[in-house]
C-alpha cells in the first residue's frame, strides 16, 4: 500500500502536468493543432508512462505493481483510442471549429478525470467489501466485449439526446454542449474501462495512475489519429477479445477469492495478462492497417 505522501506527489505532479496542458492549450485555443504536434505530444505522453512504470518499484512494495500498471495503462490507453471516435462523430456533427476543439476536449477530459475518481474510489470500496462482486464485474465486462463486437459504429449512429436538446433550447452555446457531451460520454465509457481495469489490479494508486496516464494525452491523440481512424477496422473486435479476458479473469479470481476449490481453474498471472493485451492490440493494428487503404476503404 502506497504512503500519503507519494499519494500526494504523484497527484500533485500529474495535475502539474494537466494544468501546464490546459494554459497550453487556452493560448493555443484560437490555432489548429498540426499532426507533427500532436504526434510529438502524444510521444511525450506515452514516454512519460513508460518512464513512470519503469521507476513504479522503488515507492511501492508490491514486486506485480510495474507490470499491473503497464498492463492497465495500455487497455485504458486501447480503450481510450475507441473513444475519440465518438469524439470525432460528436465535434463533427456540433460543427466545432477547429481552433476551439483542443480545447473543449482537454477541459472534457478534465471534467472525465474527476468523475472517473468517484468511479475508481466506489469501485475499489464495493471490492474490498464484497469479494462476489468480481462475478458481477467479470459478468459485465463480457457482456460489454459482446456488444463491442456485435455492434456496428458509424456518424449514423449518433444522434442529439434529450440533453443536447435541452441544452440548445436554453440558448448553450456549441462550445458548452461539446464540452458536456464529452464529458458525459467518457463517462459512460468508464462504465466499462473502470471494471477493466478492477480485473487487472485492486491497487487504488496504480488505477488512478493508469487512468490519469491514459487520458492525459487523448487531446493531442484525437488530432493524431483523426486521418487514420477509418484504418483501424479491427480496433473493436481487437477491444471486445480484450474485455471478454478480462472478465473471465476476473470471474475466475471470484471464485477462487470465495474459496470455491471443487472447480479446477487456472491462475492467470499479470505477465500472461500483459503479454495477452499487448499481443492482442499488435495483432489488431497490423491487421486493420494491412486490410484497408490509406482512404480506410477495404482492399479487396
Avoid at 471534467?111 to 469501485?123: K, M, T
Avoid at 458481477?136 to 443536447?164: M, P, Q, S
Avoid at 495483432?283 to 486493420?288: E, L
Amino acid at each position: 500500500m502506497e504512503s500519503t505522501t507519494i499519494w500526494l506527489l504523484t497527484l500533485g505532479g500529474l495535475s502539474a502536468v494537466i494544468l501546464f496542458d490546459l494554459i497550453l492549450a487556452v493560448l493555443r485555443r484560437n490555432k489548429e493543432t498540426t499532426m507533427t504536434e500532436a504526434g510529438i505530444w502524444t510521444v511525450v505522453y506515452v514516454t512519460a508512462a513508460l518512464v513512470f512504470g519503469y521507476f513504479l518499484p522503488n515507492w511501492t512494495t508490491d514486486p506485480n505493481a510495474q507490470k499491473e500498471f503497464y498492463a492497465g495503462w495500455l487497455t485504458e490507453y486501447a480503450l481510450s483510442v475507441d473513444n475519440i471516435f465518438v469524439f470525432v462523430i460528436i465535434l463533427s456533427r456540433l460543427q466545432v471549429e477547429k481552433t476551439k476543439q483542443q480545447l473543449v476536449l482537454l477541459l472534457g477530459i478534465i471534467i472525465a478525470l474527476v468523475l472517473r475518481g468517484g468511479f475508481i474510489a466506489a469501485g475499489s470500496a464495493i471490492l474490498e467489501k464484497f469479494s462476489w462482486a468480481f462475478f458481477i464485474f467479470g459478468a459485465f465486462l463480457i457482456f460489454t466485449a459482446y456488444r463491442l463486437l456485435t455492434e456496428h459504429g458509424g456518424d449514423e449512429e449518433w444522434k442529439e439526446d434529450r440533453l443536447v436538446t435541452f441544452l440548445r433550447k436554453k440558448g448553450a452555446s456549441t462550445f458548452t454542449i461539446a464540452l458536456i457531451s464529452l464529458g458525459f460520454t467518457d463517462l459512460i465509457f468508464a462504465l466499462d474501462s473502470i471494471p477493466a481495469i478492477f480485473g487487472i489490479t485492486r491497487d487504488p494508486y496504480i488505477v488512478v495512475c493508469a487512468n490519469i496516464f491514459a487520458l492525459m494525452g487523448l487531446r493531442q491523440l484525437y488530432f493524431l489519429l483523426q486521418g487514420l481512424l477509418e484504418r483501424l477496422v479491427f480496433l473493436s473486435k481487437g477491444l471486445s477479445f480484450i474485455l471478454a479476458f478480462i472478465g473471465l479473469k476476473m470471474i475466475i479470481e471470484a471464485f477462487h477469492g470465495i474459496g470455491i476449490h471443487e472447480i479446477t481453474l487456472p491462475h492467470i498471472t499479470i505477465e500472461a495478462s500483459l503479454g495477452v493485451i499487448l499481443l492482442t492490440l499488435i495483432v489488431t493494428a497490423i491487421a486493420s492497417l494491412t486490410a484497408t487503404r490509406k482512404d480506410g476503404s477495404e482492399i479487396v
